[in-house]
């Protein structure tokens, strides 16, 4: 079934995740163009990869290994609270049937202080299948999804930059 049909989609990709990580970044599910590029983030009008580029005071990655390696170097790991769900498009309100992925065994495995959501479906994703199982710190941080109009790059940057207190 084509992932933009209302049909099961599974998580192509691991984390982005080293021995020495300190804060987890979790997204929602990969949007289509995600999955196609088989990483996060692979929609161009997303701010991910901006926000975050300003927050670390850095270069904007361009290619994956790029993206990666920039996480990796400031003890960031990066996943989503999904392994698989029936979801139209890239839709996070259409998600139905979810399944998470073992994020609480991540946590109880590497030394992550704080662990902070992209957006709101993430953060109500995590309460639901996660947070009952660990107490690691949990955060709420606006959406970098075009969607999320309200705020402009420089004020997602701001907010962001509340990980570097866990770095």
Known sequence: MKSSDNGRAVHPFGPVIAPDS???????FPSVKSREQNFFYGH???RFWRVMAGV???AVPQTIPEKRQM?????IALWDVLQS???SGSS???IRNAAPN???GLLSAHTIRAVFSNGSASFRMYETYILPQTDTPHFLLPSTSPANARYSVD???EAWRVILDYL
Do not use: M
């Not at 300190?22 to 929602?28: A, E, F, T």
């Not at 996480?71 to 003890?75: G, I, P, Q, S, V």
């Open 22 to 28: 300190r804060v987890l970044i979790l997204g929602s």
């Open 44 to 46: 161009p009008q997303n």
């Open 56 to 58: 670390l005071g850095c």
């Open 71 to 75: 996480l990796l170097t400031h003890k």
């Open 85 to 87: 769900c029936e979801i």
């Open 92 to 94: 996070d309100a259409s």
């Open 102 to 104: 073992d994020i609480a």
């Open 155 to 157: 004020a997602l940057t």
